[in-house]
C-alpha cells in the first residue's frame, strides 16, 4: 500500500507563511497525480491543489489562487504545498493524496480516483 507522510504544519499569524511537504514511502511518485485537501471542523473535505504526474497541470481552490503554490521534486520524491498570505479561513488539517497516473487534476481535486491518504498535518491561523 501506498503511504504517506506529511510535515511542516503549525500554528502561524494571519498574513504569514507554512511550506507543507508530503513525502512518499516505498514507492515513487513519478507515476501518480498528487493533491492536498483540507478539512476545517464541522465543514467537509475539499481540495486545495493538484499537480499532475509530469508536474505541466496544477489546479488551485479559487480562494488559494495567488497565494498558494504546488510544486514536485521527483528527484526527492516530495510534493511541497507552498502557503504563503494565510487567513484563519486556512486553518483546518490539510492532507495529501495520490491517485493514478492519467487522472486529471480537476477530476482529483474533485475528490475523485483517490488511492491513497496521509495522515494529516494540522495548519492552525491565528493571531
Known amino acids: 500500500q501506498l503511504q504517506l507522510v506529511e510535515s511542516g504544519g503549525g500554528l502561524v499569524q494571519p498574513g504569514g507563511s507554512l511550506r507543507l511537504s508530503c513525502a512518499a514511502s516505498?514507492?515513487?511518485?513519478?507515476?501518480?497525480?498528487i493533491g492536498w485537501f483540507r478539512q476545517a471542523p464541522g465543514k467537509e473535505r475539499e481540495g486545495v491543489s493538484c499537480v499532475s504526474a509530469s508536474g505541466g497541470s496544477k489546479e488551485y481552490l479559487d480562494s488559494v489562487k495567488g497565494r498558494f503554490t504546488i510544486s514536485r521534486d521527483n528527484t526527492k520524491n516530495t510534493v511541497d504545498l507552498q502557503m504563503n498570505s494565510l487567513k484563519p479561513e486556512d486553518t483546518a488539517i490539510y492532507y495529501c493524496?495520490?491517485?493514478?497516473?492519467?487522472?486529471?487534476?480537476?477530476?482529483?481535486?474533485?475528490?475523485?480516483?483517490?488511492?491513497?491518504w496521509g495522515q494529516g498535518t494540522q495548519v492552525t491561523v491565528s493571531s
Open positions: 493524496a495520490a491517485a493514478p497516473l492519467m487522472t486529471t487534476v480537476q477530476t482529483m481535486c474533485a475528490g475523485q480516483f483517490i488511492g491513497s
Open positions: 516505498g514507492f515513487t511518485l513519478d507515476y501518480y497525480a
